[in-house]
């Protein structure tokens, strides 16, 4: 399993230096936005407005979302066009562990974005915010919901990806991924948002894997 999941991680290495450069540059403008927190307040901005989240958080998310996707679809595009099943296949090594393996490979992509920015942002908010703004587990709670949309957009990069078809099954994905940017300031980081993606994720996982298991290789 290790061996797969280090061929994986080699194949699409680009994914994660991009993950990791996206959080570093994320993290360095976060800093000064931050710490000018106080000082905007005072000249009557809310820095917490809705415009400021929609003219912010939305790109920024869009971006995030759809490389995620577009990491799913080139692992399984990669696969259904060079082969790379059937060949592991000859080996001896089952379609069960190969694709654990690919969805193990993305989740640690999205825990390369994320986990910097959560420590950053918890750091920061001690620093930099008052208590009373905060509440136990609110950047928990904040981690499960992106995390979990994350991962959502990477599993339609993987039906996406897998799909004989280009145009179609492409722009079907952008739209579903797209999706889900509103869907998040809309519900929040709460129980409703994950109850959606969770049910969401378990539907599409066992789309993916019963297509994986029966498509001739």
């Known amino acids: 399993?290790?061996?797969?999941i280090k061929r994986e991680i080699q194949d699409h290495i680009v994914y994660f230096i991009g993950a990791a450069a996206f959080a570093a540059i994320f993290i360095l403008i976060s800093i000064p936005?931050?710490?000018?927190y106080e000082s905007i307040k005072?000249?009557?901005?809310?820095?917490?407005?809705?415009?400021?989240?929609?003219?912010?958080?939305v790109p920024v998310v869009a971006i995030v979302i759809?490389?995620?996707?577009?990491m799913g679809a080139t692992q399984m595009y990669l696969d259904r066009t060079r082969k790379i099943s059937a060949l592991l296949s000859t080996l001896a090594v089952s379609r069960s562990r190969i694709l654990l393996a690919r969805i193990i490979t993305g989740i640690l992509a999205?825990?390369?974005l994320l986990v910097p920015l959560t420590i950053a942002a918890v750091t920061l908010l001690r620093l930099y915010v008052s208590p009373v703004l905060m509440y136990p587990g609110m950047v928990f709670e904040i981690f499960i919901a992106v995390f979990l949309m994350a991962?959502?957009?990477y599993c339609i990069g993987l039906q996406t990806g897998w799909n004989s078809g280009k145009i179609i099954p492409t722009l079907g994905g952008i739209a579903l991924t797209c999706i889900f940017v509103p869907l998040l300031f809309i519900k929040g980081f709460g129980l409703h948002i994950v109850v959606i993606l969770v049910l969401f994720i378990i539907a599409s996982l066992l789309r993916t894997w019963h297509t994986f298991m029966t498509t001739s290789l």
């Open 33 to 36: 936005v931050v710490g000018r």
């Open 151 to 153: 991962f959502a957009c």
């Open 1 to 4: 399993m290790f061996a797969l």
């Open 66 to 70: 759809i490389g995620i996707c577009a």
């Open 110 to 112: 999205i825990l390369t």
């Open 42 to 57: 005072r000249q009557g901005y809310d820095y917490r407005t809705p415009e400021f989240t929609v003219g912010i958080g």
